[in-house]
T-cell receptor, first 115, second 114 residues
Framework: AQTVTQSQPEMSVQEAETVTLSCTYD???????LFWYKQPPSRQMILVIR??????QNATENRFSVNFQKAAKSFSLKISDSQLGDAAMYFC????????????FGKGTRLSVIA | EAEVAQSPRYKITEKSQAVAFWCDPI?????LYWYRQILGQGPELLVQ????????DSQLPKDRFSAERLKGVDSTLKIQPAELGDSAMYLC????????????FGPGTRLTVT
């Protein structure tokens, strides 16, 4: 079974600075998708960024980018120019490309942004 | 912008009582998911529907949990009887279909069992 590990329960960053959240995963599959979700306090979870495993190019969405290292099974999220609104729980998630398989989430990293 | 609706947002119940949660997915979304999120952990799938059919309920504690999606639109998740260990956030999500489509999450129902 696939597992997702987020080794940083909490992180903090100064406003306007850059922070990197770590994620590793374990799978024997070659085709899959990886995601970062953001869950603000008392608000719904939203997708931040996704990465297809077959793509070598790292995904980027505005201030959010990933460092996808397939061989190392690592998928970190970099947030540039951090804003107060970035404060939230961030979850790394995995989904197999084959069949009707569910998302597998890590335990999350709580990000605080200091003004 | 269309959103997934859930109610109630908060529920406090005593153990051994019955409790039900409701979810209305984004219109046109064929796939609906119920997740349980225990405090300090990531969500875990309880049940997945494709239209009105259950496609995965392998992690649903069927002795006390039930889920239905009559007519393939909104869905209800029921717990009877509730136990202290059921205290958690229950999240509903929907997607256009299963596969690579993005899942959209509702705000969740926070259940506290006393």
């Amino acid at each position: 079974a696939q597992t997702v590990t987020q080794s940083q329960p909490e992180m903090s960053v100064q406003e306007a600075e850059t922070v990197t959240l770590s994620c590793t995963y374990d799978t024997s599959e070659s085709d899959y998708y990886l995601f970062w979700y953001k869950q603000p306090p008392s608000r719904q979870m939203i997708l931040v960024i996704r990465q297809e495993a077959y793509k070598q190019q790292n995904a980027t969405e505005n201030r959010f980018s990933v460092n996808f290292q397939k061989a190392a099974k690592s998928f970190s999220l970099k947030i540039s120019d951090s804003q107060l609104g970035d404060a939230a729980m961030y979850f790394c998630a995995y989904r197999s490309e084959s069949g009707n398989t569910p998302l597998v989430f890590g335990k999350g990293t709580r990000l605080s942004v200091i003004a | 912008e269309a959103e997934v609706a859930q109610s109630p947002r908060y529920k406090i119940t005593e153990k051994s009582q019955a409790v039900a949660f409701w979810c209305d997915p984004i219109s046109g979304h064929a796939t609906l998911y119920w997740y349980r999120q225990i405090l300090g952990q990531g969500p875990e799938l309880l049940v997945q529907f494709q239209d009105e059919s259950v496609v995965d309920d392998s992690q649903l504690p069927k002795d006390r949990f039930s889920a239905e999606r009559l007519k393939g639109v909104d869905s209800t998740l029921k717990i009877q009887p509730a136990e202290l260990g059921d205290s958690a956030m229950y999240l509903c999500a929907s997607s256009l279909s299963w596969g690579q489509y993005e899942q959209y999450f509702g705000p969740g129902t926070r259940l506290t069992v006393t």
